[in-house]
């Protein structure tokens, strides 16, 4: 059951960002593009290769965090309602593992590089948990993260070059292992049912 | 000892004078104003860098008329705004509150994580733990009412707290 919601949310992720980017765009996809694997609608291909710079300032890449399952949500650190909420989420499923909190890795990836530099996030992640990892990077590596998550963050168009806001992809992955995708959270799971997802990992 | 006498007067009057400031502005806080209650205002802590933070506050219309909510005001923020949070197709949005908020007659608005909420961007300084300062909410009808925020976690939920909800049992 909780697959099957999985997989629906996901799907939902992939319809949303293929049209976010169709109207961002306005590419329809072109014949040079039919021969790659693109979407496959019922197995999203979500995870994959990333380089980023971690909030200790030291630079790392998707291979960095195989061996140990990952719990990754992007947001910015300017956001005072969703993403500390959230957060706090991961903190109090970090507590709620115990002695299997060491089988994961709980990661926010900033979608505003521009703001958040390493001693920023480095900041905000400190203040939920002190096992979160931060990553933030250039405008080509998050785009590359955000592309292989199929994650959306856009700026807001406004006349606030320094209080602007994002809008961004409110779900948790969860991946395994081997850096493949295990299931998604919708925003506002519960601590519990993703601390009980993960015990089913282990 | 003119001086003395007169500079210990001074001291005295600015004692009382202060005294005096703080017991009004705590008889302010919460305060019943043309029917409208303000309540459990409060803050999520953030960093010492942060530039921007957010509040949540509960509004309670006891009077017969509605009100609405157009604006905030707060000296910790050059700018001061509400704002609501709202998820489309996966996606969450955060935006200025246009038109205000409706607070019905007898009825109360909660402003909560994932909702409305206070928004001050570009704050002047930190909000930390256990800090309060003041936010004055401004309605159409009941005009500017001042209320007193507590700054609670960096990951408070308000009244449904997680993890001031373990069993006891």
Known sequence: MNKVFAYTVALFVVIGVTVAALVLTGIIPSASNSGRSGIIVGAPQIGGEFTATNNKGKAVSDKDFQGKMMLVFFGYTFCPDVCPTEMQTFSQVMSELGDDAASVTPVFITIDPARDTVPVIDEFVQAFHPSIVGLTGTNDQIDQIKKAYRAYGQQVEGDDSEYYLVDHTSFTYLMGTDGKLITVFSYGTTPEEITKTIKEQI | ?169
Do not use: C, Q
């Open chain 2, 1 to 169: 000892m003119k001086i003395l006498k007169i500079v210990s007067t001074i001291v005295v009057a600015s004692f009382l004078t202060l005294s005096f400031s703080a017991v009004s502005a705590v008889a302010h806080a919460d305060e019943k104003h043309d029917g409208i209650e303000l309540k459990d205002a409060w803050a999520r802590a953030r960093t010492a860098s942060a530039k921007v933070g957010g509040a949540y506050v509960t509004v309670h219309n006891m009077s017969k008329e509605d009100d609405r909510l157009i604006g905030a005001k707060s000296t910790v923020a050059h700018k001061t705004e509400i704002h609501t949070t709202k998820m489309t197709d996966g996606v969450m949005k955060m935006m200025p509150v246009t038109g205000g908020i409706e607070v019905k007659a007898g009825k109360m608005v909660m402003m909560k994580p994932g909702s409305y909420h206070i928004m001050f961007m570009g704050l002047k300084e930190p909000i930390t733990k256990g800090k309060t300062f003041p936010v004055t909410l401004v309605f159409e009808k009941a005009g500017e009412i001042e209320t007193t925020v507590t700054v609670k976690d960096a990951g408070a939920m308000g009244g449904m707290d997680h993890g001031k909800m373990k069993k006891t049992n």
